[in-house]
């Protein structure tokens, strides 16, 4: 049966049990005091079997019910365990799919370096190599190089460059060479590296020792090479590199500008004229020590001076040396002695020699003097601001300057300067003494005639400084006020 009949079963039964009882009630108040008590009885009794068969129809419903408990019990487990199972199957297929996602990540890293390894192949079968065959002498009064290169490599050189810096006397010097392009394994090719307006850029070259050199060149995909003659190794920049994030090195980004610059290098100053270099020429033998002073308009006219320019020019040197007379009618020359030479050229252009201030070793047939630092470098400074005033006031807005000292003189007392005397002055220490000190010459950059060089001079007397064996002078140009 199922349990919905046991339960009406059991009402029915229920509902027997209360009428029999109260059918019993009733007999036992209406009918005759003995009669009626058997008669209770039994009906008494009946009920007691009826609610004993509901007990156990009550019995019957329990056990189906604990029964169909524990089947709801046994479902909920096998249920539990059967999510459970679901569970782990998902994690299961969580962790193969990761382990696919792991694996098609390996393989995409493989076919990119794939990838890679193809485009370097390429990039090698095709890459060219520079080399410098020969560097020729310096040439020129603006300084040149002629350099003959060569592409060795299997691929075309394409805007290749040269680019030199060296330091000489006057400063440090920057070369570049017009860009060319070299075929692969073509012939060594001669160009003309020429001395730029600017100073190199400072991130161009990787070594500290001078002189320092550098071949540049890109490839027909666009990749940038960098050599530098006498080494092997060859550093490189591609445009895969700059979209993968990396930074550009500065040799990149500087002949990037160089090759396509809104704003190309400065022209360099026009050439020195011949009066200019005549003056500053320290090769030639000189009857004394001298110090020569000589500035010149940039850029050099052609016009000669006229008689009010000769004048403002003679004025000037007198007060320089009051002595001076003028030597020749034709010629813008005026002298004191054989101590003090002064000169104005078509340019305009002007120059003022004299015998510079020493002071000579004990001993009549000493050789040897020591030249007074203090009074020569304001002179100096006294004979350039005049001057730059005077070019000037004649009209010049740029004007370029050239220092010189002569260390030895062949007149007839000859000697020759081997020491710096500084009187009043930090004495600095010696850091070699020289067998024999150099004639001296320092060329400034073209400047505006409004503005005294002051940073050019002060890198001047270093110089000089060190010439005679001097480094540490920081203490020396300070109290020069330089």
């Excluded at 996602?101 to 890459?127: C, F």
């Amino acid at each position: 049966m199922r349990r919905s009949d046991w339960v009406i079963v059991g009402l029915v039964l229920l509902g027997t049990a209360a009428v029999l009882v109260i059918v019993a009630i009733v007999v036992a108040n209406f009918i005759p005091t003995q009669s009626a008590a058997a008669i209770a009885t039994v009906l008494v009794a009946v009920s007691t079997l009826a609610l004993a068969a509901l007990t156990a129809v009550l019995l019957v419903l329990n056990n189906r019910i604990l029964s169909a408990t524990l089947e709801a019990v046994q479902a909920t487990k096998e249920s539990a365990v059967a999510t459970r199972d679901e569970a782990e199957a998902t994690r299961e297929e969580a962790t193969a799919t990761r382990e696919q996602a792991e694996a098609t990540k390996e393989q995409a890293e493989t076919g990119n370096e794939s990838l890679r390894e193809i485009r370097r192949s390429r990039e090698l079968d095709w890459r060219p190599f520079l080399v410098r065959v020969d560097l020729g002498e310096t040439s020129g009064n603006r300084v040149t190089r002629n350099v003959t290169i060569q592409n060795i490599g299997r691929g075309p050189a394409l805007n290749c460059l040269y680019v030199r810096e060296e330091e000489t006397p006057e400063g440090r010097l920057f070369l570049k060479s017009d860009p060319i392009n070299l075929a692969s394994g073509g012939q060594p090719f001669a160009v003309e590296a020429r001395e730029q307006g600017q100073a190199a850029y400072p991130v161009l070259f990787q070594r500290n020792e001078f002189p320092r050199e550098l071949l540049l060149c890109q490839d027909q995909f666009g990749s940038r090479y960098r050599f530098t003659p006498g080494y092997p190794s060859v550093a490189t920049w591609a445009l895969e590199e700059w979209e993968g994030g990396e930074d550009e090195p500065g040799w990149s980004r500087a002949m990037e500008e160089m090759l396509y610059a809104r704003h190309p290098f400065a022209e360099p100053p026009p050439d020195p004229g011949y009066f200019f270099l005549r003056a500053v020429n320290v090769n030639m033998p000189a009857s004394d020590c001298f110090t020569t002073i000589a500035l010149e308009a940039v850029p050099l006219g052609n016009d000669e001076p006229d008689d009010e320019a000769e004048d403002m020019v003679q004025e000037w040197m007198k007060s320089l040396n009051p002595d001076i007379t003028r030597k020749s009618p034709t010629t813008p020359h005026w002298r004191a002695g054989d101590d003090w030479d002064g000169w104005l050229w078509a340019g305009p252009g002007l120059s003022v020699r004299e015998v510079v201030s020493i002071d000579r070793a004990a001993g009549e047939a000493s050789q040897e003097a020591r030249l007074r630092l203090r009074e020569a470098v304001d002179r100096w400074r006294q004979v350039i601001d005049g001057g730059l005033t005077v070019l000037r006031q004649l009209g010049s807005q740029r004007v370029r300057l050239g220092l010189t000292l002569v260390t030895w003189g062949v007149g007839a007392n000859p000697y020759r300067i081997t020491d710096l005397r500084f009187h009043g002055l930090p004495t600095p220490n010696r850091w070699i003494t020289p067998d024999q000190i150099d004639n001296w010459r320092h060329l400034m950059d073209p400047i505006d005639s409004t503005t005294f060089p002051q940073q050019a001079l002060s890198v001047g007397v270093r110089r000089l400084l060190r010439n005679f064996g001097y480094r540490e002078v920081d203490e020396v140009i300070a109290a020069l006020n330089l």
